[in-house]
């Protein structure tokens, strides 16, 4: 489904084509909420650039910009204004942008991701055959070299360097551009001007030896530096575009047809938008539902665990509500259409977590607020220096500006937080935790809470045999008889009491859809196994399952497995200072036997999307910095909104879309030992800007007094950069 042309107001178009990426919160004659995805945004101060840009804009009211998502949620008024201005006003700022629909998005992401790639790939080639040309200026003894092939060897260097200036280093020229234009001055100024003067002082020594620059060239660290943040910034790309991939993967993971049942009793496959509320549509056993309904016809059992957090299958009858998404496990159903589209339950979650996850932090604009001062007194002191220099002795003026400038290129800055970031990423990923944003990590170390989600958090993925007890008969007898029969059926919780057996013995097998299976014993006695209503007018309200005959019953009481590691996970949390909690869809008694277990005294039940979220809240209010950990596509709001967000490795995909870090090996100790080396990292950051720090403050006299040259004020910005590097291996180690 296309966009509307970019010239029509919303008023002249189709309402279904905003459908996809717009949301009406107000009603139709309100403010429209679209997403975009934004493509060109190589920092935070990208994202207040684009936001204060849309807000000058007539028909705007909010717009936000989250950096680390590239995703733009604008309230706006189409009606006021066409959305080809929208588009033609960030497009004159440098950035491209698309509705947030499937098709166009990926484009987007293909073309950005196949141009970062080259960029990093043409800055990576041409350091290596850079470094090698440099290399024997270095290893050459006096004399060894002579003066035309080392000139030749200089030429090489710039030739090649050449390509690097002009296409792999255009990201950090042209937001620094773009961020002057904006008179903001974030990382990309000082980087670009790092740049800048390295190669033009480089250029002016090469081709004037004798001249004001000297006749020291630095290409070698130029192209070095180049590679290395592109290098960080492709992962930080690719991060951000398998989260976009994920979201867009399950938010049309409805079926993209249904069988619709006509009034002459014929039926019809058609696409899951054309349904129409109050239609009849026939879901087989397999399927999954396209819209949500009314069920009029059938019964059998459905899986909503990805939809609701229930635990189990959810029997399904008559007069029950079924909602989109969920898959029809042994039963054909007739269902009345109630909502579609984007009503429909599971594409409301994906629009509630959409917006949560638009919304910008407060912490990104720290690093620009840190670039501007240190731009600003970086000039300043060039500035000072060259002009005091051009008193005392003009000919070395222009020599100790450029010292100063290099001395001070933010390497080290700049190269002090990915190096921590993606050295701790590596280590939390031998652990099975993936990181998918790395400024998670800033954020785990201001943690005091840790909410999880039950079903397939702190649960196996399967039933257990939790108690049993009879009447009429020996219990352990029935249980190995119920045991057999439950061989028979394919149902999760006849599943979950097999034992693979002898199933022999058993005649007329007959299952009915929703209830159980019954069987005949080799005396003729029918016994039942299935839900304890079906079983026995009388149920036992403790018990999950039940198999009888005239004579005997036995109850079954099922429950979740915990996770061999959550108990010692927990333990150590708590250990640690921090608050845990259980927050759980599923019904009160499982969430308080399962909080039990692993030793969690807090915790609620009967949780939908909206109230988790509303929780969520709650604590945050209070002042505390939740981590959320959950699995299912009902807690991809709340993933989004909390402090820091992971989502199990085989969670739903809106799930982990919405989520900091992926749980692959679904290893619960992953989460205390993420926090613990996250505030590891921090030592080490914080251990990287002090030296960066101090190498300035050591340096930088030493350049304005004229006693440290251009070549050794390159040497000290590479070993500054190679310090900070080494720095940040110590945490692969523990």
């Known amino acids: 489904m296309s966009a509307p042309p970019l010239g029509l107001h ?5 309402a279904h084509l905003l459908a996809p990426f717009t949301a009406w919160p107000d009603g139709p004659a309100g403010a429209a909420l679209s997403q975009f995805q934004v493509s060109g945004m190589h920092c935070a101060a990208c994202s207040g650039i684009i936001e204060d840009r849309l807000r000058q804009l007539p028909g705007v009211e909010q717009a936000s910009v989250n ?3 590239a995703r733009l949620a604008l309230r706006w008024r189409p009606s006021r204004l066409p959305l080809a201005d929208v588009l033609a006003a960030l497009q004159t700022l440098g950035y491209a942008a698309m509705p947030d629909v499937a098709a166009p998005a990926r484009e987007l992401r293909r073309q950005e991701r196949r141009q970062a790639l080259w960029r990093v790939f043409v800055a990576g080639f041409l350091m290596m055959q850079v470094m090698m040309l440099a290399t024997p200026a270095y290893v050459a003894a006096p004399g060894e070299l002579s003066p035309d092939l080392d000139q030749l060897l200089r030429w090489g260097c710039w030739v090649l360097t050449l390509p690097v200036m002009v296409f792999s280093a255009g990201p950090f020229f042209r937001g620094a551009w773009q961020q002057l234009r904006a008179r903001r001055l974030g990382m990309d100024v000082p980087v670009a001007l790092g740049i800048a003067v390295t190669f033009v002082a480089s250029s002016g020594a090469l081709f004037d030896p004798g001249g004001l620059f000297g006749h020291e060239v630095y290409f070698d660290s130029l192209t070095m530096f180049v590679a290395l943040l592109l290098t960080a910034r492709w992962f930080e790309l690719g991060a951000r575009h398998r989260a976009a991939e994920a979201l867009e993967a399950v938010a049309g993971a409805l079926p993209a047809a249904a069988e619709r049942l006509l009034a002459d009793g014929r039926s019809e496959r058609v696409p899951a938008q054309a349904l129409r509320l109050g239609e009849r549509i026939r879901v087989a056993a397999g399927e999954a539902f396209a819209a949500d309904g009314v069920v009029r016809a059938g019964q059998g059992w459905v899986n909503e665990a990805l939809l609701t957090g229930e635990s189990a299958p959810v029997a399904k009858a008559v007069g029950d509500r079924v909602v989109a998404g969920s898959v029809s496990l042994d039963g054909a159903f007739v269902v009345t259409v109630e909502r579609v589209g984007a009503d429909t339950t599971a594409q409301g979650i994906v629009r509630l977590m959409q917006q949560a996850q638009s919304q910008r932090p407060m912490s990104q604009a720290v690093l620009d607020r840190v670039a501007a001062g240190f731009t600003a007194t970086v000039l300043l002191l060039a500035w000072g220096a060259g002009l005091a220099w051009w008193w005392i002795e003009p000919a070395r003026a222009v020599a100790v500006a450029v010292a ?20 701790a990423s590596g280590a939390l990923a031998r652990r099975g935790l993936l990181l998918a944003d790395l400024s998670a990590l800033e954020r785990l170390c201001a943690i005091d809470t840790v909410v999880f989600d039950k079903t397939g958090t702190v ?4 039933l257990q045999l939790s108690r049993c007890w009879s009447e009429g008969g020996d219990a352990d007898a029935l249980l190995k008889r119920a045991r057999s029969l439950a061989n028979l059926s394919r149902h999760p919780h006849a599943q979950a009491l097999a034992d693979g057996q002898d199933t022999g013995g058993w005649t007329d097998v007959h299952e009915v859809a929703g209830r159980g299976v019954e069987a005949c014993d080799a005396d003729g006695r029918r016994w039942r196994l299935g839900a304890p209503g079906w079983v026995r007018e009388r149920p036992d309200p403790s018990a999950r399952l039940a198999f009888a005959s005239d004579a005997a019953v036995l109850w079954l009481d099922l429950s979740e497995a915990p996770r061999a590691d959550a108990a010692e996970a927990v333990r150590r949390l708590r250990a640690g200072g921090r608050a845990v909690r259980l927050l759980s869809g599923d019904q009160p008694i499982a ?3 399962m909080a039990e277990a692993i030793g969690i005294d807090e915790w609620r039940a009967g949780a939908s999307p909206d109230t988790k979220l509303a929780a969520l809240r709650e604590w945050q209010a209070r002042g505390e910095r939740v981590l959320m950990v959950g699995d299912g596509i009902n807690d991809a709001p709340v993933l989004a909104a909390a402090d820091v967000r992971i989502a199990m490795g085989q969670g739903a995909m809106l799930a982990r879309s919405a989520a900091d870090a992926l749980l692959v090996s679904n290893r619960l100790m992953a989460v205390p030992q993420a926090l613990d080396l996250a505030r590891r990292t921090r030592r080490v950051l914080r251990q990287n800007l002090a030296w960066a ?6 340096c930088v006299p030493l350049a ?4 440290l040259p251009p070549l050794a004020a390159g040497i000290g910005m590479a070993c500054s950069s190679l310090f900070v590097v080494l720095n940040a291996q110590r945490l692969q180690r523990g």
């Open 591 to 593: 969430v308080a036997r």
């Open 693 to 698: 720090a101090l190498y300035n403050l050591a």
């Open 67 to 69: 950096a680390a998502s």
């Open 704 to 707: 304005l007094a004229g006693w």
């Open 459 to 462: 649960s196996e993925d399967r």
């Open 10 to 14: 919303a008023a002249d178009a189709d």
């Open 404 to 423: 100063v400038l290099i001395v001070t290129c933010p390497c080290a800055l700049t190269l002090a937080a990915p190096a921590a970031w993606l050295t």
